[in-house]
């Protein structure tokens, strides 16, 4: 017989019996003794289906092929771009990868993508040595002008965006800004005027704080509309 001994988002500590039974499986963060499912590192609890995880409450960012991060260009040469996306090695994004045709040999990329620019790419490989390769072709993958970067915890993230967006598209919704979410944590904000961008940031920062509360979509609607009361 199967029995979940722990609630979602219950924050637990290596070693402890998540489950018993062959009903749930173990996913990331946990692993099979027997019939039990144990867990092997201090974080929270994500209960889908029949999968049981552990959602670390702090690490660093651990790129990964496939995801879509925000990223700082920090350096140039004559064929890429390298830039910084919050881990120990920069991406790499060559001139054959941005949402161009075809860059002539020797053409100045800073017409293109310059130092302190923000991009939205996409990661096409992450080799053995940690070596990252960005691609700027795919949908939403652009250049950020205006507004303002946030950073949070990459592991915070999807209580950011919220159960099919949820969370992230209320935020919207009530601030009337655009808001693109990396995977790597760094997100960008920008709004009609500074008051409604700043409102954002205090949100994102509630989210951060209070990642593990119950009903954490609720309080932060509440939040925001008192807050833009206030503000009126």
């Known amino acids: 017989m199967a029995d ?18 062959m009903d749930f499986l173990p ?6 003794d027997n019939d039990k499912i144990v867990a092997t590192q201090l974080g929270s609890v994500s209960v889908n289906g029949r999968l049981i995880k552990i959602i670390p409450l702090n690490g660093r960012y651990v790129p990964k092929r496939g995801d879509v991060v925000i990223g700082k260009i920090m350096d140039m040469n004559f064929s890429n771009w390298f830039v910084d996306i919050g881990y120990a090695n ?10 161009v045709d075809y860059v002539e040999k ?6 293109y993508y310059d130092l302190g620019d923000y991009i939205v790419a996409g990661i096409t490989n992450v080799s ?8 700027m072709r795919g949908p939403g993958l652009r250049k950020l002008t205006n507004g303002r970067i946030v950073r949070i ?6 209580r950011l965006i919220g159960k099919e967006g949820s969370m992230i598209s209320m935020i919207k919704e009530i601030t009337e800004c655009k808001i693109m979410v990396g995977q790597n944590g760094i997100v960008w904000i920008n709004g009609p005027d500074g008051q409604k961008e700043l409102l954002v940031v205090e949100a994102i920062n509630l989210i951060s704080e209070k990642t593990q509360e119950p009903n954490l979509t609720e ?5 925001l509309e008192t807050r833009k009361k206030e503000n009126v």
């Open 90 to 99: 920069d991406a790499v994004l060559s001139s054959k990868e941005i949402s």
């Open 219 to 223: 309080k932060v609607k509440e939040f």
């Open 106 to 111: 020797g053409t100045d990329l800073s017409q």
């Open 128 to 135: 053995k040595l940690k070596l990252i390769d960005l691609t």
């Open 27 to 32: 996913a990331s963060g946990t692993f099979r």
């Open 153 to 158: 915890s990459s592991v915070k993230v999807p």
């Open 4 to 21: 979940l001994l722990v609630k979602d988002r219950e924050i637990v500590v290596p070693g402890q019996d998540l489950a018993t039974g």
